[in-house]
Structures are given as C-alpha cells and as structure tokens.
C-alpha cells in the first residue's frame, strides 16, 4: 500500500529541480545574458554595387551617416534617399532630415558617396544598444533614364 508514496516522493524531487531551472533560465534572460544581440556583430550591407565604408548612429543628434563607395564600374549622376528607418518593424521612418554630403554628384567609380538620416532620438533605446537602421536608395547611372533601387542596412551600437 506504500508503492504511491515512493512515486510521489519522486516526482516531487524532480518537480523542485525543474522549478530551480526554469527559475535560473529567467533570472538570465531577465538580466539580459542571453539575449543574442549581445553575439551579433556589427554589419553595413549595401549591396553588390557599393562598399560599405564608414557608418555611425549617434544618440545625441539621431543621426545616421553611412560612407560607401561607388563600385559600379561606371559614373553614377545621382544618388536619392527616399527614406530612413530604425528597429525591425520600422517603428520610425524618416522623410525629413535626409541629406546626401557632397553635392548631387556624378559620382565616378570609386568616388565615396556620404548620406545623412536624421530621427527624433527621443524614441531612441539609451546608449550601447544594438539596433537595426536602413536607408531607401536610389540611384541613375550615367547616360540612363530610370533609378535602380538599393537598401542599405546597419546593425550597431548607439554612440553618445
């Protein structure tokens, strides 16, 4: 008539042990170390046709700046930002503030293209944290008529 208690004296020391890891697995998660952000390097994907050279985001301003080279292989007359955004979701787009440094161009190959996004940084997670931010591109080969589409994205830290 004991055989019960043997099982549930069994149970009961495997179902505290299972308590103690879960409990341990959120304390981790809740602490953030196992947030895979913090593995994931830092990236600037550009595409085929530019090298991605220099990028930035800044908290203070809520500025983007990405620096990449022209490797078409021919001249470019111009190159347009169409739109900004930050976070997977693209919580916050940006039309305003969209700047292309150094003039309209053309730009020969090989030339360095510079633009410039600038977001509300109020919604911005504090410095040192990791997000996505993208750029809408497009740009007019030389002698051309219609713009080819390019998307720029970065994944860095937030810099002070």
């Known amino acids: 008539m004991r055989r019960g208690q043997a ?3 069994f149970l009961t020391t495997y179902g505290w042990a299972f308590l103690v890891i879960l409990i341990m697995i959120g304390a981790l998660a809740y602490f953030g170390i196992l947030s895979p952000g913090r593995f994931l390097p830092e990236r600037c ?3 085929p046709e530019f090298t991605c050279d220099e990028y ?3 908290n203070s301003d809520g500025t983007l700046r990405i ?3 022209n490797n078409v292989g021919e001249t470019i007359d111009s190159v347009t930002v169409t739109k900004c955004w930050w976070a997977q979701e693209e919580l ?3 039309t305003g503030g969209i700047t292309v440094v150094g003039g309209s161009g053309p730009y020969k190959a090989g030339d360095a293209v510079e633009i410039n996004c600038a977001f509300d940084n109020t919604l911005f997670p504090p410095v040192g944290a990791k997000m996505k931010f993208g750029a809408d591109i ?4 030389q002698g051309k008529t219609y713009t080819k589409p390019l998307t720029a994205e ?3 830290t937030l810099q002070p």
């Open 45 to 47: 994907n550009i595409g």
């Open 67 to 69: 620096k990449f080279t």
């Open 56 to 58: 930035q985001v800044t």
């Open 7 to 9: 099982a549930l004296e």
């Open 92 to 94: 916050n787009t940006s």
């Open 138 to 141: 497009t740009y007019i080969p």
């Open 154 to 156: 970065v994944y860095t």
